[in-house]
């Protein structure tokens, strides 16, 4: 007659297993994490190489989009902007879709990669606001050096930079990111949508959170998190 397993026995299995999986798990969840890095920043890259190419076209960089009901940035706020889908730069979507394009954030699902530039603004129905420009608050000195602190950076354009291409970055495109949260960052601003472009809001491997950034400065370099 064969001698079944103990209790006891049974419970140091099930411990051992579990031990394994804590350490396999995480280990996967960071392998995984690190794959959609890499797709989403050459993702970021497709859309930087499209917007430079709507530029050569139309002398100047797509309006941003900021006609979002909730105005929440894990909704619609900031999307890409529909003449880089409309203008085949970009893949198209049905029109019955919220998203303007196919390109979809990896961390955002259901919504696009998120652009911000300087210039002209949408505020409703795909009509360019005549009277509102489009802003980024950008730390001073950068990129050499970088800062949230609201006294150590200004929104562009301003008085003493009135053209876009005078900023010292003339757009940007990011993700969420892994682990977004709005809570995350309104302990980092407050209420003020001063982001993406400090650094210290850009994900790192150490903290595992922040954006996934690309972005064009004003002497056609492209930085960003990657």
């Known amino acids: ?22 350490i396999i798990l995480p280990s996967l969840s960071r392998a995984r994490e690190q794959t959609m890095l890499v797709v989403v920043n050459a993702e970021l890259r497709q859309i930087g190489i499209a917007l430079d190419s709507y530029f050569d076209d139309n002398q100047k960089y797509p309006p941003t989009q900021e006609d979002c009901i909730s105005g929440r940035l894990i909704d619609h706020l900031y999307q890409l902007p529909k003449v880089l889908a409309t203008g085949k730069y970009l893949p198209f979507t049905s029109r019955t879709e919220a998203m303007s394009t196919i390109m979809e954030d990896r961390f955002n699902r259901g919504h696009t990669y998120k652009y911000r530039s300087l210039g002209e603004v949408i505020k409703d129905r795909d009509i360019i606001d005549n009277w509102i420009k489009a802003k980024l608050w950008i730390p001073d000195k950068f990129p050499a050096s970088s800062s949230i602190s609201p006294d150590e950076g200004k929104w562009y354009p301003n008085e003493s930079c009135s053209h876009p291409l005078h900023s010292p970055v003339t757009w940007v495109i990011f993700s969420l990111g892994p682990k977004f949260s709005e809570k995350w960052l309104e302990e980092k601003l407050g209420f003020e949508n001063r982001y993406p472009v400090p650094k210290e809001l850009w994900y790192t491997p150490k903290q595992r959170r922040g954006f996934i950034v690309r972005m064009r400065l004003k002497d056609d370099i492209q930085i960003g998190s990657f």
């Not at 007659?1 to 804590?22: C, N, R």
Request: net charge positive.
């Open 1 to 22: 007659m064969k001698k079944g397993f103990t209790l006891i026995e049974l419970l140091v299995v099930i411990f051992i297993i579990a031990f394994l999986m804590g």
